[in-house]
């Protein structure tokens, strides 16, 4: 990939606004960074844009657009499940956790159970929940330096973890409100814009749409020279007549089974049904390829002349242009149980962004329950106006760059359009936006996750399990130490993911948050009989459940035997990928069933009933008996 | 159980307003009930929300299943995509206001009730 000095200007420019502000924020006691002393005087619009902009990760700004591009209508689920999450963390938790006066997890845990030991559990839950999200965050970080710069996808992992957790071990920008509201003042101005000089020049939605539609396939607007490596994959929809430059040997694939929205013409009489497994040598300068699956054996160059169909790369089933706009299509179609895809999917994004580490604790910053619910709803308004645009980049991508299809770089469309479609200054300008988009994208979710995490190992771990006695300078440098290994562990991780799709990987981190901790708030606050032990255990095991579902899916391609399996028993290989709509309900079911079994002594039940429910003006937090 | 004093004439509202407050405080009974009916309410109207939210998201992808739905087009965009990708959010917005006013009159109400 070639690299562009504008972009590079955007990421240094975005990079020290950030700090200039918050040095700035900083000077003028507008420091709202250490949450232990929150000042908790935040006004609910400043608050609500600090939270979107915490919010809005590289999942939303380069996964939608990118997953759109690969799959369609089917990942608009994505986008409102994301915005809608915050209508369930209104209603049910916003208003009665800031009363309740906890800003972690684990202070909940802990407060409303006067259970140290499961603070213990939910420091651990957050742990495991932190490190999922992170690793979208990091593939996003790689694919944008990688794109700035030229820089190898492990340059560009390592180098954004070293410059975040700098951030957020020297007490850099990850708590300040002014800063994260300005991140988000950047994010839709870099989303927004782009698109729109982008649709003024290729037309509007319906234009696209219309253009879509007149056409079977994506087709290549321009020739193309692609650069192939063995082991590469392409899947064609008819037989294409390619320009290698130097003999290349591939290899026939026998026909996928196609399921959903994919051609259901692969491997029928007319595609490669005959020569499957075959060997074919592809002879400059000109040569047909049949329609299907090959894999290259050689290393070389391959040109396609201008409105030849494209050829999808292994990391997108291919699609005809009709399948990828109608519901039901490759993504949700493609485990061949549409629906139970697609509401579990959605029930994991819907409950699981309350359960995010790094969400509740600016909720903390407003002074009541009311400017708390105020504050969830006007991110739900900022949310709905940030995903209007996003899905159009793929649309976009989809039309006039579907080379990214084979060049597996779909994650990155948000970022390539511009400088692709505006050869010129245009060009280099939006480009430098998005990716300085791009960058407080992943830097703002990144250092809001560090200190949810480096918080919860410095100060629970090591400040109150291993050295309680330890003083406050000493447990500032375990936070510090914290920050850096929790870094380091998220870019090693990282490296392992560039083959996955951001989106996808944000979409495990909340199917595990909604398994384990969104019954434990809501059952928490709402119902009295719970127990300890009840929450507990739902929480742990839910949380365990999905987890090992999402790692089967992960470690599938690896073993021919699971993939097997998971072949025969489509359904459960749906569940396994998407498992909130299973452990959800099975977490609800143990933290009840556990708690009516083995029931609690009433005790302080109602003390924390008052404590989250009754309205803050009757006075009653602080001294319980007014006498 | 009785607690707080059988109201007798003249100082009836002021005393009625400190013992709901100190019935609520002490955790007696009575003000057990009125923390209840409070919970009840507020969790009622969450749970209301709950259900418009799942009726307008849940019944998306059933109407994907019905062809004219899934094949219609408006300006040759198609509906689905409109209604999921536009739609949805304002209604989404809407019901968030609407959560908001009435979570905040109940605990108006409940707060002019005890004092």
Request: proline share 7%.
């Amino acid at each position: 990939m070639s690299s562009s000095p504008a972009t590079a200007v955007g990421l240094v420019l975005m990079l020290a606004l950030t700090v200039g502000l918050g040095v700035y924020a900083r000077r003028f006691g507008r420091s709202t960074s250490d949450l232990l002393v929150a000042a908790r005087t935040v006004r609910p619009r400043l608050n609500a844009a600090a939270i979107s902009g915490e919010y809005l990760s590289a999942a939303s700004f380069l996964g939608i657009a990118g997953l759109v591009m690969q799959f369609g209508y089917d990942v608009l689920w994505y986008p409102v499940g994301y915005a809608a999450g915050y209508l369930v963390l209104l209603i049910f938790i916003a208003g009665p956790l800031r009363r309740f006066g906890a800003y972690t997890i684990p202070d909940f845990a802990e407060g409303r159970f006067d259970s140290p030991a499961f603070r213990r559990v939910a420091v651990c839950l957050v742990i495991l929940i932190g490190l999922f999200y992170m690793l979208p965050q990091m593939k996003a970080a790689g694919i944008t330096v990688s794109a700035a710069t030229g820089a190898p996808y492990p340059i560009g992992v390592v180098a954004i973890a070293a410059v975040v957790v700098a951030l957020v071990a020297g007490g850099g920008m990850g708590g300040i409100t002014v800063v994260q509201a300005f991140q988000f003042a950047v994010k839709i101005f870099a989303i927004s814009l782009p698109v729109f000089v982008l649709c003024v020049e290729f037309g509007s939605p319906s234009h696209l749409f219309a253009q879509l539609g007149s056409r079977v396939d994506p087709q290549l607007p321009a020739a193309v020279q692609f650069t192939v490596h063995p082991g590469d994959e392409w899947t064609l929809a008819r037989p294409t007549s390619v320009l290698p430059q130097t003999p290349l040997r591939v290899r026939l694939l026998p026909p996928r089974s196609s399921a959903g929205g994919t051609y259901p013409a692969l491997g029928g009489p007319t595609g490669s049904g005959a020569g499957q497994g075959r060997t074919l040598i592809l002879r400059p300068p000109q040569q047909t390829l049949p329609a299907g699956s090959v894999v290259f054996s050689d290393a070389g160059r391959v040109g396609l002349r201008a409105g030849a169909p494209v050829p999808f790369g292994a990391s997108t089933p291919a699609s005809s242009n009709r399948a990828w706009a109608l519901p039901f299509g490759p993504l949700a179609g493609g485990g061949g149980h549409p629906l139970l895809f697609t509401y579990s999917l959605l029930v994991g994004i819907l409950c699981g962004t309350m359960g995010l580490p790094h969400i509740l604790v600016r909720f903390y910053t407003n002074p009541d329950a009311r400017s708390a619910r105020r504050t969830a709803w006007l991110v739900l308004v900022l949310l709905g106006l940030f995903y209007l645009w996003p899905p159009l980049y793929g649309v976009l991508g989809r039309l006039q760059d579907p080379a990214l299809y084979t060049q597996k770089l779909t994650d990155s469309v948000v970022l390539l359009l511009p400088r692709l479609l505006f050869p010129g200054w245009l060009g280099a300008l939006m480009t430098a936006v998005v990716s300085a988009g791009a960058f407080a994208a992943f830097t703002s979710t990144l250092s809001g996750l560090l200190v949810s995490l480096a918080g919860a190992l410095g100060h629970d771990l090591y400040g109150r399990w291993w050295r309680p006695e330890s003083s406050p300078r000493a447990r500032r440098r375990a936070f510090r130490l914290a920050a850096i290994v929790a870094g380091a562990g998220a870019a090693g991780l990282g490296l392992t993911v560039q083959s996955f799709d951001i989106s996808v990987l944000v979409g495990w981190a909340f199917a595990i948050a909604a398994s384990s901790f969104f019954p434990l708030l809501v059952l928490g606050i709402w119902w009295r009989g719970l127990t300890a032990l009840g929450a507990a255990l739902g929480a742990t095991l839910g949380g365990l459940a999905a987890t090992a579902g999402i790692v089967t899916t992960m470690l599938q391609p690896a073993s021919p035997a699971l993939t097997s399996f998971l072949d025969r028993n489509s359904g459960l290989a749906v569940i396994f990928s998407q498992p909130a709509i299973v452990t959800i309900p099975l977490s609800f079911a143990l933290m009840v069933s556990v708690s009516l079994a083995l029931p609690h002594p009433p005790g302080q039940v109602s003390l924390k009933m008052l404590q989250l429910h009754v309205p803050e003006r009757l006075g009653l937090r602080h001294d319980y008996i007014p006498e | 159980m009785e607690v707080g004093p059988s109201p007798s004439d003249n100082e009836v509202s002021a005393s009625a307003q400190i013992d709901h407050l100190t019935e609520l405080a002490e955790q007696t009974r009575v003000g057990e009930v009125y923390l209840a009916a409070l919970m009840r309410r507020q969790l009622r109207l969450s749970l209301g929300v709950a259900v418009s939210l799942l009726a307008v998201l849940g019944v998306q992808p059933l109407l994907d299943r019905w062809v004219a739905y899934r094949q219609a087009a408006l300006f040759s965009i198609p509906v689905p995509w409109l209604v999921l990708g536009l739609l949805t959010y304002p209604l989404l917005v809407v019901a968030g206001y609407f959560y908001l006013g009435r979570s905040e009159s109940i605990d108006d109400e409940f707060g002019d009730l005890m004092r």
